[in-house]
C-alpha cells in the first residue's frame, strides 16, 4: 500500500512540472513571441513562401513599413502576413482618409495580393503581431 502511494505521488510530481511548463510555452507563444510558417507568393520577395517567421507578439508600436500578421477581414478563420502602407488620418491609393483605429495593408507581391486594395482598410485589433523575423 504504501508503495503505491508512492508511486502516485510521484507521477502528481511529474504532473506539476508538465503543468506549469504547459502554461508558459502556452503564454510564450500566445503572447509574447511565436514561429510562424508562412505560406503563398503575396509578400514574395521579402517573405518568401514555406519560409519562418519570428513574430512579435507584444510591446511593439504599429508603424508605417511593419510588417504584421493578422486575422483576415474577409475569412476571419485564416491569418495574413502584409506590410503596413498607410496609417489612420493618411490618405490611402483611392483618395479615402484611412480611418481611426484602422490601417491600410498590402503585400510585397500586388499581382497576387488580397489586401486592402480589395477589402480596404483593416481595424488594428486584427492584428496579432508584427514581423521581426
Known amino acids: 500500500m504504501l ?3 508512492k508511486q502516485i505521488l510521484a507521477k502528481q510530481k511529474d504532473i506539476l512540472v508538465v503543468i506549469p511548463a504547459f502554461c508558459s510555452y ?3 507563444t500566445q503572447h509574447l513571441i511565436s514561429f510562424e510558417l508562412s505560406e503563398g507568393q ?3 520577395p521579402t517573405v518568401k513562401d514555406g519560409e519562418l517567421v519570428i513574430v512579435q507578439r507584444a510591446f511593439y508600436k504599429i508603424q508605417k513599413g511593419d510588417i504584421i500578421i493578422a486575422k483576415s477581414p474577409v475569412r476571419p478563420d485564416y491569418t495574413v502576413c502584409k506590410r503596413i502602407v498607410h496609417l489612420e488620418d493618411e490618405i490611402d491609393p483611392n483618395g479615402n482618409k484611412v ?5 491600410w495593408i498590402e503585400g510585397d ?15 488594428i485589433n486584427l492584428i496579432q503581431g508584427r514581423v521581426i523575423y
Open 3 to 5: 508503495s503505491s502511494l
Open 109 to 123: 507581391n500586388g499581382k497576387v495580393s488580397f489586401d486592402s486594395k480589395f477589402h480596404g482598410p483593416i481595424p
Open 99 to 103: 480611418p481611426k483605429n484602422h490601417v
Open 42 to 44: 503575396s509578400m514574395h
Open 26 to 28: 502556452y503564454l510564450l
